[in-house]
């Protein structure tokens, strides 16, 4: 089973790309984030294309800004959008949609940037960041978090940690949010995979930016134990960033055994390399 993450700012902006990546990549589950499209908008633009190409979909969104989507072609059930109990900024804001998909409970998630360290913002989002963590504690079973977390975990995920000394997605308070995710527990499974390798998924529109790899890892896969002991490749495809009218994120990709009738059970990860 191939899981996939991808920020794609915009899908109606990025459906040249998107459509295309999806034929060449046939990822059997995408989490999307950054929509920017309210659920019937996304509908009426995506409904045919993807059921062409044998998707069932789950989209939470709005006009303008946030939304997220599940898409999948190995079944979508018990479909939740949004976070009721979670905080607002003022109000609820469409950042999470859950479903069930081929035995792996997904969750697609675009956690609030934090614009500034004293910002309103930055409050919001470890209040949301919080509330993710209670939710994500009552689940049970195969479980898979992807998305943009707005979060680089360590200093090695970002290209020059002075150049974000005092900015957010770096902060200790926001790291410290993220480890309380990860003792769920849940593994980061790019980082398990390439514990010492240079890898970003965002690249500032700026040019240069992209073509010089000064970037970030801010887009992640987080897996539980009967998830993570099924990854056999996870990489970021940076092809999917280059050319015309890209995102500024690329998608994070992570493959799984198949596990027969729903066993779960560890695997050997083939050697390779990731994917630039």
């Known amino acids: 089973m191939r899981v996939a993450t991808w920020n794609v700012n915009s899908v109606?902006?990025?459906l040249p790309r998107l459509l295309p990546w999806l034929d060449e990549r046939r990822p059997d589950v995408?989490?999307?984030?950054?929509?920017?499209?309210?659920?019937?908008?996304?509908?009426?633009?995506?409904?045919?294309?993807?059921t062409a190409r044998g998707y069932e979909f789950a989209a939470h969104g709005e006009s303008r800004w946030n939304g997220v989507a599940v898409l999948s072609r190995v079944g979508l059930a018990d479909v939740v959008p949004g976070m009721p109990d979670g905080p607002g900024f003022p109000h609820?804001?469409?950042?999470?949609?859950?479903?069930?998909?081929?035995?792996?409970?997904?969750?697609?998630?675009?956690?609030?940037?934090?614009?500034?360290?004293?910002?309103a913002h930055y409050h919001?989002?470890?209040?949301?960041?919080?509330?993710?963590?209670?939710?994500l504690a009552g689940e049970d079973g195969p479980l898979v978090v992807c998305g943009d977390v707005n979060i680089a975990p360590a200093d090695a995920d970002v290209y020059d940690p002075a150049a974000y000394a005092g900015h957010t997605h770096v902060t200790a308070p926001e790291r410290a949010a993220l480890g309380r995710l990860l003792?769920?527990?849940?593994?980061?499974?790019?980082?398990?995979r390439w514990p010492d390798e240079r890898v970003f998924?965002?690249?500032?529109?700026?040019?240069?930016?992209?073509?010089?790899?000064?970037?970030?890892?801010?887009d992640l896969v987080l897996a539980s134990p009967?998830?993570?002991?099924?990854?056999?490749?996870?990489?970021?495809?940076?092809?999917?960033?280059?050319?015309?009218?890209p995102s500024d994120h690329a998608p994070v990709v992570v493959d799984l055994d198949t596990a027969p009738d729903g066993a779960i059970g560890p695997v050997v990860p083939p050697p390779s390399r990731p994917r630039r």
């Not at 003792?183 to 398990?192: C, E, G, H, K, M």
């Not at 930016?209 to 970037?215: E, K």
């Not at 009967?226 to 009218?245: E, L």
């Open 226 to 245: 009967a998830a993570a002991d099924r990854v056999v490749a996870a990489w970021v495809d940076r092809h999917a960033r280059k050319g015309t009218g």
């Open 12 to 14: 109606k902006q990025r």
């Open 183 to 192: 003792d769920l527990p849940l593994r980061d499974v790019v980082r398990d």
């Open 201 to 218: 998924t965002y690249w500032d529109y700026r040019a240069g930016m992209f073509h010089q790899d000064l970037g970030m890892r801010i």
């Open 124 to 135: 919001y989002k470890l209040a949301w960041l919080a509330a993710l963590r209670s939710r």
């Open 92 to 119: 609820q804001e469409a950042r999470v949609v859950a479903a069930t998909c081929g035995g792996l409970r997904v969750y697609s998630v675009y956690v609030p940037n934090g614009r500034t360290p004293d910002s």
């Open 30 to 50: 995408v989490c999307l984030q950054e929509t920017k499209l309210a659920d019937d908008a996304f509908t009426a633009l995506l409904a045919e294309p993807l």
